[in-house]
């Protein structure tokens, strides 16, 4: 996994609550998607008119904002399914960082593995955040330092966002939960050995042809 | 005295295999259910890495999502159903896994038929790549939906890293009014509570309406706690589950069984347990609901008028319920029963399985689908289907003008190409009415399948007490 230490860049405001991910990845593209092309397709039901033509009223069509690295977002956003492709896509527009007051939970786990930091703040904070996003032509630089577990805004006042310690840790040194975990594959023999005594039934299955 | 605990704290007790810090856990993964549309993604991302699938036995996959749902249909029948339904086939069998293929006698929606055969057991944990996995909590598991990076972490370590949500218990009593159905139950819950109320929390369903409940009402209640933002949903084990089990193909027999049953008895939540949150329901408030908007929480009593984005007291609120009002073609203050349907679609995890067609064929019987309506039933596995059949319920849908279709997801989601077509209105017995999920600019009305049936006969939003007061009766 690509690391995540500091960047730097505009923010673009999308102040829309319970953006689903059937509006990040639309449905049709689901059996075809892959990591590297699926962001043509991001958020389509907004960012195209029906017609083909990309929306101008929407945010990361603007000028000044379509090389946003951050996304300010209305609060349950990434609700829905757990298609990874969502964050897939986000990241594939350039997002590496998305702030909102809540996030779908699938979705936000999924952030992670995908080098990609969702932060939670309260609805005033975001709100501030939204604001000075907007204020110009979308050229308001925005820092993220995950080390420092800090967010510094074109006005130049700090906020501190909370991420547990494994994921910090992940996100700067580029860690991968899978071969992370399969150096500690003993720990799960052990425990299925114990297991097995006690739940037999759930070793055991029956098959059916 | 220690504090008593809660059916989630058990399940999760039990499943901790490594304690990682930080209310975070390495868990055991009993059973793992992979379907075409994630698990081909995730078991070819595994080989491109040259990892191998720790414990196949506790696996099971079939193709739901792709399939079409075409009478004699095959994988060829749907335009992707070919390529994932044999990437699924062949990289389960080169994986030792077991697959029910299109062909096999179980095959289904994975949510359908995890349960109905077994596979699903209380007190197990099981995951799966697809959101409405909490489906399975209903049989007293603790189970929740994983992306494709997850997925391929269970396939390698038949383990899950998982932060501890907190506990949430809803408690519902009393009895349910005429044509009330557990999926009204379960929208009326959303609508009042928000569709981000569960964020964090893994949700135990309780009180009588819930005890009352056939399992598969539970699994109706469980399959829809996603869409108020909860991973986990689940209902405790009791005689009645117990009674759906014994008998099924993969569930333990002889002595396994009364050891099993032994063990599931003591799952239940403790008299003094303390949830994070309790929040309870009275089921005499409960009426038939259908959704108006483009989220699950955006739904009325079918016999209630269209909300105005103003009565909303939020201002995001507000936004969110004008776009859904202009995207569904409604307008606020009508009443939306009489609103014109074109398309009836019964089916999906949460209600295909028999005594939802069951309550549907009660409804349809001796009546005509009118005639502006094209209207489906797709079974949610090849079993439903064949007990369906048995029963002579197909007959009943047949003859009232229903197309009886072959088990799969099919308009759910539409990833089969089955799409609503742009500006059509569809009643939908499944769980998500987002924008563009049936299809682009298709409008999806959820609802349970009585519901939906009424309005297939009326052609229009129709309040099914209003339509069938006697064949609702006795047929859960
Ligand atoms: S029926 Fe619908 S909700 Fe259920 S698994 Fe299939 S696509 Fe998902």
Not at chain 1, 158 to 163: E, G, S
Not at chain 2, 365 to 387: I, L
Request: aromatic share 6%; net charge negative.
């Amino acid at each position: 996994m690509e690391k995540l230490q500091q960047i730097q860049g505009v923010a673009a405001p999308l102040p829309r609550a319970n953006i689903d991910t059937d509006i990040i990845t639309p449905m049709k593209y689901l059996t075809s998607a892959n990591s590297k092309d699926i962001h043509e397709h991001t958020f389509e039901p907004l960012r195209f008119l029906s017609d083909g033509r990309e929306n101008p009223d929407f945010i990361l069509n603007k000028p000044g904002y379509r090389d946003s690295v951050f996304l300010i977002a209305g609060r349950n956003f990434g609700c829905g399914s757990s298609r990874e492709t969502a964050v897939w896509g986000i990241r594939g527009l350039g997002i590496r960082c998305v702030i909102a007051e809540s996030f779908g939970d699938i979705f936000f786990n999924n952030c992670f593995q995908n080098s990609v930091l969702p932060i939670r703040l309260p609805a005033a904070t975001v709100a501030e955040l939204m604001a000075e996003a907007s204020d110009d032509q979308g050229n308001m630089q925005f820092q993220l330092d995950v080390a420092s577990r800090t967010l510094t805004t074109p006005s130049g006042r700090t906020i501190t966002f909370d991420i547990t310690p494994d994921r910090q840790t992940s996100l700067l040194e580029g860690l991968d939960d899978v071969g992370q975990t399969m150096k500690e594959d003993a720990a799960t023999t052990a425990f299925q050995g114990k297991d097995r005594t006690e739940r037999p039934w759930i070793y055991d299955l029956g098959t059916i042809d | 005295m220690t504090q008593g605990k809660t059916l989630f704290d058990k399940i999760w007790g039990s499943h901790v295999v490594r304690s990682l810090g930080e209310n975070l856990d390495l868990l055991h993964v009993d059973r793992l259910l992979i379907h075409d549309l994630s698990g081909s993604r995730a078991l070819m991302d595994l080989k491109e890495r040259g990892l191998s699938v720790r414990n196949p036995e506790l696996c099971l996959s079939m193709p739901d999502h792709s399939v079409s749902s075409l009478p004699g249909r095959t994988l060829a029948s749907s335009p992707d159903g070919v390529r994932l339904g044999n990437a699924l086939r062949d990289m389960s069998a080169a994986a030792g896994i077991p697959h029910y293929g299109i062909d096999h006698p179980n095959q289904g929606i994975v949510h359908v038929v995890g349960p109905e055969i077994g596979f699903t057991l209380p007190g197990c944990l099981l995951v799966c790549g697809d959101s409405h996995t909490s489906t399975h909590g209903a049989m007293g598991a603790l189970a929740w939906g994983i992306g494709s990076s997850e997925l391929v972490h269970v396939l390698a370590t038949q383990t899950i890293r998982q932060r501890r949500p907190g506990t949430m218990r809803i408690t519902i009593d009393g009895d349910l009014g005429e044509g009330v159905e557990a999926k009204d139950v379960i929208l009326h819950i959303i609508g009042h509570l928000g569709v981000a109320a569960g964020i964090g929390h893994a949700i135990e369903y309780a009180g009588s309406t819930i005890r009352g409940m056939s399992i598969e009402e539970r699994l109706t209640i469980c399959n829809l706690s996603i869409e108020f933002g909860a991973r986990m949903g689940m209902v405790a084990p009791d005689e009645t589950t117990y009674a759906y089990i014994k008998e099924l193909p993969l569930a333990p027999k002889g002595e396994a069984w009364e050891a099993a049953l032994a063990y599931w008895r003591g799952l239940p939540t403790d008299e003094d347990a303390v949830f994070d949150r309790e929040v309870s329901f009275d089921a005499a408030d409960m009426a038939p609901q259908i959704t108006w908007g483009t989220s699950p929480g955006q739904t009325v009593a079918v016999n209630a008028t269209i909300p105005a984005p103003d009565s909303f007291v939020e201002a995001e609120l507000q936004g969110n319920a004008e776009t859904a009002l202009e995207y569904m073609g409604l307008t606020p203050g009508e009443t939306i029963a009489g609103t014109k349907v074109d398309r009836v679609f019964i089916g999906s995890c949460t209600n295909s399985r028999l005594s939802d067609l069951r309550r549907a064929a009660a409804v349809a019987q001796g009546r005509q689908v009118a005639a502006n309506v094209t209207a489906w039933v797709v079974p949610g596995s090849v079993q439903v289907k064949t007990e369906a059949e048995a029963e002579g319920l197909h007959e009943i849908f047949l003859a009232a003008g229903f197309e009886w279709r072959e088990p799969g997801c099919s308009q759910c989601v539409a990833t089969n190409g089955e799409t609503v077509a742009p500006g059509e209105r569809c009643i939908s017995t499944s769980n998500r009415n987002f924008v563009g999920r049936q299809g682009p600019k298709a409008r999806t009305h959820l609802a349970g399948p009585a519901m939906a049936v009424a309005a297939a006969i009326a052609g229009e939003i129709t309040d099914v007490r209003e339509l069938a007061p006697i064949e609702l009766e006795g047929n859960t």
